[in-house]
């Protein structure tokens, strides 16, 4: 992947992300875009009250994860990373 359209992907999904961090937000928490790997897999970093959160793999699944597929073409999944 060109340095370019990388940089151009991870401007999208973290645009993608900002719909989220409200809703994190209010309960102290947020998440940081750590990269977005070759294979269409996202990788995110929980932080503040989501980093540990008993809640956060429904989260990633019903809103991060939808959030960014919905709006950024080629993302197959999100995982997070420490």
């Known amino acids: 992947m060109v340095q370019t359209d990388k940089q151009a ?18 309960d102290g928490g947020n998440v940081e875009l750590v990269d977005v ?4 897999i996202v990788q995110i970093r929980w932080m503040g009250a ?6 956060s793999s429904f ?8 959030a960014i ?6 993302i197959v999944g999100v995982e ?3």
């Open 50 to 55: 989501c980093d540990g959160c008993n809640m």
């Open 37 to 40: 790997m070759d294979n269409g």
């Open 9 to 26: 992907l991870l401007k999208r999904v973290d645009a993608a992300l900002e719909d989220v961090r409200p809703h994190l937000a209010v």
């Open 80 to 82: 997070a990373v420490n």
């Open 69 to 74: 597929m919905s709006k950024v073409p080629g």
């Open 59 to 66: 989260t990633m699944r019903a809103g991060i994860e939808q």
